[in-house]
């Protein structure tokens, strides 16, 4: 039974926003990361202590359900336990997210990556890309030593999120060097748009020529840029664009590959999807000390993090509300020739304080005023150069 009054309206906030969920299921989750939250940790000890002091409840008892609200269904006591399967729970975060964002957003940034805990696990995880900051919407967990590929399990994750963005969004999924393989590039294109970074060491060809030349003389130093189609790769040949830039500052440039045209792309996009580095900061040391996690069973760790998942939410979809309340810049009103205007693209965030952080101080501020839990719809996004592509009107 909740007590809280703060804890029963993030929990009916949970319940409408996982539809999928059982009541159990749902106050379990809500529990978890509102004391998530609250404490900045995902330590089962810390937050049972912190719930079972703001619900008058002994913190064993709380321990023992939200241990068994990650268990599997024969670990946990009762004829009516059963397992939960975070997978049927991405669709509904996605939409979540999606519903927050303002109206007039045409265009999602998807971003895959990897991160590991140690030897312990290793996480593939599909984040979405928001403002300098990123939420995992769907994910896999597998132990650090297990042999094999993980094509299997990107196929999983894309399959469980393809159907769940409107058609009339235009969907990009980023992924650094490491990640790239035609299958990848073939598996993204079935559903979205890939925009996949390579190494510069490699071979290109334009259209309808046989002479192959280096990737790395397409932009050869910094401040050059360049977009077109060609056929990549002498080994494994494959049709496609290719975005092309350097920017000042960077050690390498950025070699894209999209199957978006020429005209309808912009290398610029990719400086969204270090926002997903910053996903696994908030994750550890920012926010939940997943680092320190004790679990040592993968599956039990994906559903956690569905909790660390919704805790992300909440701080992210928070603080960018927060952050609309500042007053606009007012750089787009100066002549075309003032200085503010001549300076190079700066693609670092200017934030001083990331939404996710900012949406830490917004709930601790709101809750000491008294005001109920909320969450409401972004008036706008930030008006950045790599934000922009969120406006964008190419198809």
Same mark, same amino acid.
């Given at each position: 039974?909740?007590?809280?009054?703060?804890?029963?309206?993030?929990?009916?906030?949970?319940?409408?926003?996982?539809?999928?969920?059982?009541?159990?299921? $749902?106050?379990?989750?809500?529990?978890?990361?509102?004391?998530?939250?609250? &404490?900045?940790?995902?330590?089962?000890?810390?937050?049972?202590?912190?719930?079972?002091?703001?619900?008058?409840?002994?913190?064993?008892?709380?321990?023992?359900?939200?241990?068994?609200?990650?268990?599997?269904?024969?670990?946990?006591?009762?004829?009516?336990?059963?397992? !939960?399967?975070?997978?049927?729970?991405?669709?509904?975060?996605?939409?979540?997210?999606?519903?927050?964002?303002?109206?007039?957003?045409?265009?999602? $940034?998807?971003?895959?990556?990897?991160?590991?805990?140690?030897?312990?696990?290793?996480?593939?995880?599909?984040?979405?890309?928001?403002?300098?900051?990123?939420?995992?919407?769907?994910?896999?967990?597998?132990?650090?030593?297990?042999? #094999?590929?993980?094509?299997?399990?990107?196929?999983?994750?894309?399959?469980?999120?393809?159907?769940?963005?409107?058609?009339?969004?235009?969907?990009?999924?980023?992924?650094?060097?490491?990640?790239?393989?035609?299958?990848?590039?073939?598996?993204?294109?079935?559903?979205?748009?890939?925009?996949?970074?390579?190494?510069?060491?490699?071979?290109?060809?334009?259209?309808?020529?046989?002479?192959?030349?280096?990737?790395?003389?397409?932009?050869?130093?910094?401040?050059?840029?360049?977009? #077109?189609?060609?056929?990549?790769?002498?080994?494994?040949?494959? =049709?496609?664009?290719?975005?092309?830039?350097?920017?000042?500052?960077?050690?390498?440039?950025?070699?894209?590959?999209?199957?978006?045209?020429?005209?309808?792309?912009?290398?610029?996009?990719?400086?969204?999807?270090?926002? &997903?580095?910053?996903?696994?900061?908030?994750?550890?040391?920012?926010?939940?000390?997943?680092?320190?996690?004790?679990?040592?069973?993968?599956?039990?760790?994906?559903?956690?993090?569905? $909790?660390?998942?919704?805790? &992300?939410?909440?701080?992210?979809? !928070?603080?960018? =509300?927060? =952050?609309?309340?500042?007053?606009?810049?007012?750089?787009?009103?100066?002549?075309?020739?003032?200085?503010?205007?001549?300076?190079?693209?700066?693609?670092?965030?200017?934030?001083?304080?990331?939404?996710?952080?900012?949406?830490?101080?917004?709930?601790?501020?709101?809750?000491?005023?008294?005001? *109920?839990?909320?969450?409401?719809?972004? *008036?706008?996004?930030?008006?950045?150069?790599?934000?922009?592509?969120?406006?964008?009107?190419?198809?």
């Amino acid at each position: 039974m909740l007590n809280n009054k703060h804890l029963k309206q993030w929990s009916c906030i949970v319940s409408e926003r996982m539809p999928n969920l059982s009541i159990p299921q $749902a106050i379990g989750l809500a529990t978890w990361s509102f004391g998530m939250v609250v &404490t900045k940790s995902s330590s089962l000890t810390q937050v049972s202590e912190f719930i079972g002091a703001v619900n008058n409840e002994k913190p064993n008892t709380v321990r023992q359900r939200l241990k068994e609200w990650y268990q599997e269904e024969k670990a946990k006591k009762g004829d009516k336990r059963r397992t !939960l399967d975070v997978s049927r729970c991405f669709a509904s975060l996605l939409l979540w997210v999606i519903s927050l964002l303002p109206q007039n957003i045409q265009q999602i $940034a998807l971003a895959m990556d990897a991160t590991s805990i140690g030897d312990k696990f290793i996480v593939l995880s599909i984040n979405i890309l928001l403002a300098g900051c990123g939420i995992p919407v769907a994910w896999c967990i597998v132990n650090a030593t297990e042999p #094999g590929s993980w094509k299997p399990h990107w196929q999983k994750l894309i399959t469980d999120l393809k159907d769940t963005i409107p058609p009339d969004q235009k969907v990009i999924v980023a992924a650094d060097r490491g990640l790239y393989a035609d299958w990848l590039y073939s598996l993204i294109v079935a559903a979205w748009h890939p925009f996949l970074r390579i190494n510069h060491q490699g071979t290109y060809r334009l259209p309808h020529q046989n002479q192959w030349q280096p990737l790395a003389d397409i932009v050869a130093s910094p401040g050059l840029f360049w977009s #077109g189609q060609i056929v990549c790769f002498k080994t494994n040949p494959l =049709e496609c664009t290719l975005l092309a830039r350097w920017d000042f500052g960077y050690q390498d440039p950025w070699l894209i590959l999209t199957d978006l045209e020429p005209m309808s792309a912009d290398a610029i996009w990719y400086g969204l999807r270090p926002s &997903t580095e910053c996903v696994y900061r908030d994750l550890k040391s920012d926010g939940w000390q997943w680092h320190n996690t004790r679990l040592l069973d993968p599956q039990r760790a994906e559903r956690l993090w569905l $909790a660390i998942a919704v805790s &992300t939410l909440w701080m992210v979809m !928070l603080g960018g =509300e927060a =952050e609309n309340q500042f007053p606009p810049s007012h750089i787009d009103q100066f002549p075309q020739r003032h200085v503010a205007k001549s300076k190079p693209i700066d693609l670092k965030s200017p934030r001083r304080l990331s939404c996710f952080f900012l949406g830490f101080i917004t709930l601790i501020a709101d809750l000491l005023k008294g005001l *109920s839990i909320h969450l409401h719809r972004w *008036s706008s996004f930030p008006p950045t150069p790599v934000d922009s592509f969120y406006y964008s009107n190419s198809s």
